[in-house]
T-cell receptor, first 114, second 115 residues
Framework: DGGITQSPKYLFRKEGQNVTLSCEQN?????MYWYRQDPGQGLRLIYY???????QKGDIAEGYSVSREKKESFPLTVTSAQKNPTAFYLC?????????????FGPGTRLTVL | AQTVTQSQPEMSVQEAETVTLSCTYD???????LFWYKQPPSRQMILVIR??????QNATENRFSVNFQKAAKSFSLKISDSQLGDTAMYFC????????????FGKGTKLSVIP
């Protein structure tokens, strides 16, 4: 099946630890994105990548890092510098089709800091 | 920068009735796309409907339709014949026509369909 996978589904981290969230897609999409979702908030963009080996900061990039070494993969690292990392994290990819771009989402990772 | 505002944090509707969710946005762009996404309790984001700003005709997808008022910067979602499976968070989102194709989201409306 084609789609976007995120792992793990639930992740627990101790304060002061870095943790990496996985995002893989087999849709052959060029662009990929990371969003953060907090209760009562919409999704906010952390980082995005339009091509391999290139990525850009979004609205809330502080305390996060990414890499894009392969087209299919866009891992997100939550560093100890992120002051409030407990949230739901969504990965997405996009493609331009007839009528315009479409963005598809993975199932998400719930990160909890203990 | 773009902003998206959803003024109704929560709404409820009786099964089989019709409900309208509101969304307004602010942008200086003339060409863009607007979307409604549904997030059920599973938390999977599902595209419900989208609208190209250059099209005057309102988009429809089965029971879902939009009222797009470009001058007023308004983009409401109408759900007809509401079903229990429509219970979810609904997010309005904006995308510029060119560039990174990133989405700017509103804070969402929690819709409950009551049997």
């Amino acid at each position: 099946d084609g789609g976007i996978t995120q792992s793990p589904k639930y992740l627990f981290r101790k304060e002061g630890q870095n943790v990496t969230l996985s995002c893989e897609q087999n849709l052959n999409h060029d662009a990929m994105y990371w969003y953060r979702q907090d209760p009562g908030q919409g999704l906010r963009l952390i980082y995005y990548s339009q091509i391999v080996n290139d990525f850009q900061k979004g609205d809330i990039a502080e305390g996060y890092s990414v890499s894009r070494e392969k087209k299919e993969s866009f891992p997100l690292t939550v560093t100890s510098a992120q002051k409030n990392p407990t949230a739901f994290y969504l990965c997405a990819s996009s493609i331009v089709v007839a009528g315009g771009p479409r963005q598809f989402f993975g199932p998400g990772t719930r990160l909890t800091v203990l | 920068a773009q902003t998206v505002t959803q003024s109704q944090p929560e709404m409820s509707v009786q099964e089989a009735e019709t409900v309208t969710l509101s969304c307004t946005y602010d942008t200086s762009e003339s060409n863009y796309y607007l979307f409604w996404y549904k997030q059920p309790p599973s938390r999977q984001m599902i595209l419900v409907i989208r609208q190209e700003a250059y099209k005057q005709q309102n988009a429809t997808e089965n029971r879902f339709s939009v009222n797009f008022q470009k001058a007023a910067k308004s983009f409401s979602l109408k759900i007809s014949d509401s079903q229990l499976g429509d219970t979810a968070m609904y997010f309005c989102a904006f995308m510029k026509q060119a560039g990174s194709y990133q989405l700017t989201f509103g804070k969402g409306t929690k819709l409950s369909v009551i049997p």
